[in-house]
């Protein structure tokens, strides 16, 4: 985003969605498809897929407007693709479900705050009732 106003282009609109996606669809499987072997060879390359596309998207689109509240909440978005990556990293490194699994929780808890709070404050901004503390 280049300001508070402008809307993120299209490969970023297009690109967060199918990450998020395919992580969600690789975590899914060892739940309901754990008898199907081409879907357990599988699953740790689409999660990996999508968490790679998160991050590359989430590092070259940093946030570039003036409010230093709004910066810090980008910021902290971005760590949730960082949390996808390293449970993509557990999911070849070591075969324990909980180890990949907790990370990929801490990033959807990440990932749900910064939905909310990121929405709530360019509103504010927009209402033109930001605060005036940093």
């Known amino acids: 985003m280049k300001?508070?106003?402008?809307?993120?282009?299209?490969?970023?609109t297009v690109g967060v969605p199918v990450g998020l996606l395919l992580?969600?669809?690789?975590?899914?499987?060892?739940?309901?498809?754990?008898?199907?072997?081409?879907a357990v060879d599988s699953y740790p390359y689409v999660y990996s897929a999508g968490a790679l596309m998160l991050l590359l998207i989430r590092l070259f689109t940093p946030y570039r407007g003036s409010d230093a509240r709004l910066k810090r909440l980008h910021r902290i978005e971005s760590?949730?693709?960082?949390?996808?990556?390293?449970?993509a990293f557990?999911?070849?490194?070591?075969h324990e479900m909980?180890?990949?699994?907790?990370f990929t929780l801490a990033g959807a808890a990440?990932?749900?705050?910064?939905?909310?709070?990121?929405?709530?404050?360019?509103?504010k901004l927009a209402r033109g009732e930001a605060d005036s503390r940093k």
């Open 79 to 87: 760590w949730s693709a960082v949390f996808y990556c390293a449970a």
């Open 3 to 12: 300001n508070n106003t402008s809307r993120p282009s299209a490969w970023v």
């Open 110 to 123: 990440i990932q749900i705050i910064t939905s909310i709070a990121i929405p709530l404050r360019e509103a």
């Open 98 to 102: 909980r180890d990949w699994l907790a």
């Open 90 to 94: 557990l999911l070849f490194y070591t």
């Open 23 to 38: 992580v969600l669809a690789a975590t899914v499987v060892p739940f309901f498809l754990s008898d199907r072997q081409w």
